[in-house]
């Protein structure tokens, strides 16, 4: 298997590093961003999440939508478009 499905994608983020500087734990932080312990469980181990719940784990963290680039660093991935002749 060469290439993931986009489920199991990792994706590196600063969660725990964030939540544990906060001494909150994954219970924590899951009932403050009104979210599943699984899914901050599943975040901190770099699975992909959806937008709704990045801007939940950010406010929870006492963040604001803007910080995300710096808790969820956008992936650079290369273009799957061929090139023009």
């Not at 990045?54 to 991935?77: H, T």
Request: proline share 6%; hydrophobic share 40%.
């Amino acid at each position: 298997m060469d290439s993931m499905n986009a489920q199991e994608e990792r994706v590196p983020n600063r969660v725990r590093e964030l939540r544990e500087n906060k001494l909150m734990t994954q219970a924590q932080l899951a009932r403050k961003a009104k979210v599943a312990l699984r899914t901050i469980h599943s975040v901190e181990k770099g699975m992909n999440c959806r937008m709704d719940t990045k801007r939940k784990i950010l406010l929870a963290l006492g963040l604001s939508f803007e910080d995300k680039d710096q808790v969820f660093p956008p992936v650079s991935r290369p273009m799957g478009f061929p090139t023009a002749h």
